[in-house]
């Protein structure tokens, strides 16, 4: 019997392997590219007997990284920021009274999620151009709101409703505590997994923005790191150790983010995807 379990578990460890695998290989090339000297010609697969920071320093100069990393950061900030506290204070009505009215909105946050953002580009285009909010950061940060803020609300309504039990605020009101306090001392703290969560996935999400960024973000001093990217990849096609250099400056802060947030991302998407 214990060997006839232990194919399967075999199995789904060397699929799960492959995949591993597959998903790492990429980096790895980008790693050994990155590292190479201009002179260095030998194979992708092969790392560099001498690791060189000079692709990096030249691609953050030629591609005016820092000026679009601290745009990318700003925005991912204050978007992340504003989707925690509107998408759990929101969240939190909807999970706890089950009116009709309150069943009614969560369904049309749901219901939002399924529509494409790209079908709102044209009115939103001439929307953003009308009130002459074109080129600035706030029209990021608040259409990264816009876009996400259902997919927040989902989560948080359904963490709350699956994991932090009502007593808790029971006994928090018997001691006097209006809504706002047991919302903020009581349950707030108590969603830091799927808080997490959000977290990641908006940020990855936002800092990973092109469709969007192209069109409201064109010029210079609020470009994007992926905009930058774009130009820079295009303008540096036959030199790929540049091209390596910049793009794992771009990919490091979301992988750092991912690694301080890891132990809790599983956890709170999965009780954060419960539906009440």
Same mark, same amino acid.
């Given at each position: 019997?214990?060997?006839?379990? #232990? ?14 695998? &597959? ?33 990096? #320093? ?13 745009? +990318?950061?700003?925005? +991912? ?19 706890r #009274? +089950?009116?009709?009215a309150?069943?009614?909105? &969560?369904v ?16 939103? &285009?001439?929307?953003v ?7 600035t #950061? ?23 409703r ?17 809504t ?18 959000i977290?990641?996935?908006s ?6 923005d092109y ?14 790191? +992926? ?50």
């Amino acid at each position: 019997m214990e060997k006839t379990n #232990r194919k399967p578990k075999l199995f789904l460890s060397v699929i799960a392997l492959i995949i591993a695998l &597959y998903h790492l290989v990429p980096f790895y090339i980008l790693l050994t590219t990155a590292f190479k000297a201009k002179g260095d010609f030998s194979s992708k697969w092969i790392f560099p007997k001498q690791f060189s920071f000079d692709n990096f #320093r030249e691609a953050w100069e030629m591609a005016n990284l820092g000026q679009s990393l601290w745009n +990318t950061v700003i925005i +991912t900030f204050f978007s992340a920021g504003l989707l925690i506290i509107l998408g759990s204070l929101a969240a939190y009505p909807l999970a706890r #009274r +089950t009116t009709k009215a309150n069943k009614l909105v &969560y369904v049309f946050f749901i219901a939002v999620m399924v529509i494409p953002p790209l079908t709102a580009l044209v009115p939103l &285009y001439q929307l953003v151009v009308d009130i002459g909010m074109m080129n600035t #950061r706030t029209i990021a940060v608040l259409n990264n709101v816009a876009a996400y803020l259902p997919l927040a609300i989902f989560l948080y309504a359904g963490f709350i409703r699956s994991t932090i039990p009502k007593e808790l605020e029971e006994a928090a009101k018997m001691d006097g505590a209006n809504t706002l306090s047991i919302f903020f001392r009581v349950v707030f703290p108590l969603l830091k997994p799927v808080t997490a969560s959000i977290l990641i996935i908006s940020c990855v999400y936002i800092w990973n923005d092109y469709q969007f960024a192209i069109f409201f973000l064109q010029a210079e001093e609020v470009k994007t790191i +992926t905009v930058a990217l774009s130009s820079f990849f295009g303008q540096n096609t036959s030199n790929l150790n540049l091209v390596a250099a910049a793009a794992i400056m771009a990919v490091a802060p979301m992988v750092i983010l991912f690694l301080l947030l890891q132990k809790h991302f599983i956890q709170g998407l999965a009780s954060g995807s419960v539906k009440g």
